[in-house]
């Protein structure tokens, strides 16, 4: 079956320090992989998606940046943390099977604190 | 612009009361939309899919394109229920990202 990993769960940083969160699928291949931020009253907000290795659509200009470097893992940075990064960052991912999209499967999140 | 609106952040139902948790989405092509619920200290996790017309623990939700809603009803309400909702909006050839509103707490009381 297939499962999706985040890590860290916590995570208290200083402001500018340097940031990279996490997130691995196992028991698929060539997932669609997202990055999502949980902010208080704001919803979920799409920050990152990619649909194959080297691939990342940035979905709103901030201080964040992600990478895959694999097939299956997908990686949030950032170079100088801001207090504004703070939230709970949230990894997902579906398939696309013959043009159809499988729902999206969340992992349990990452609860950073920028101090 | 493609959004998705739920109008409240917190409702609040005694048990046994029905609930309707109310979804708008501003979409240019043909939408597909989704309720995803996260329960205290769980993962987010999908609830419904407007293609599937089914119908999961009690809750039912039918997509009307002239109103451009995807509202979330339940007959009666049970304390279980009590979680945050999201509804969201699938993109077509965007790597199938959802965009998500901003949530409705709901609390059942007993």
């Known amino acids: 079956s297939q499962t999706i990993h985040q890590w860290p769960a916590t995570l208290v940083q200083p402001v500018g320090s340097p940031l990279s969160l996490e997130c691995t699928v196992e028991g698929t291949s060539n997932p669609n992989l997202y990055w999502y931020r949980q902010a208080a009253g704001r919803g979920l907000q799409l920050l990152f998606y990619?649909?194959?290795?080297?691939?990342i659509s940035s979905e709103v200009p901030q201080n964040l940046s992600a990478s895959r470097p694999q097939d299956r893992q997908f990686i949030l940075s950032s170079k100088k943390l801001l207090l504004s990064d703070s939230g709970f960052y949230l990894c997902a991912w579906s398939l696309e099977l013959g043009g159809f999209n499988t729902e999206a499967f969340f992992g349990q999140g990452t609860r950073l604190t920028v101090v | 612009a493609q959004r998705v609106t739920q109008p409240e952040k917190l409702l609040s139902v005694f048990k046994g009361a029905p609930v309707e948790l109310k979804c708008n989405y501003s979409?240019?092509?043909?939408?597909?939309l989704f309720w995803y619920v996260q329960y205290s200290r769980q993962r987010l996790q999908l609830l419904l899919r407007?293609?599937s017309r089914e119908s999961i623990k009690g809750f039912t939700a039918d997509l009307n394109k002239g109103e451009t809603s995807f509202h979330l009803k339940k007959p009666f309400a049970q304390e279980e229920d009590s979680a945050m909702y999201y509804c969201a909006l699938r993109f077509y050839n965007q790597g199938g990202k959802l965009i998500f509103g901003q949530g409705t707490e709901l609390s059942v009381k007993p």
């Open positions: 990619s649909v194959g290795i080297g691939q």
């Open positions: 407007h293609i």
């Open positions: 979409y240019s092509g043909s939408p597909e």
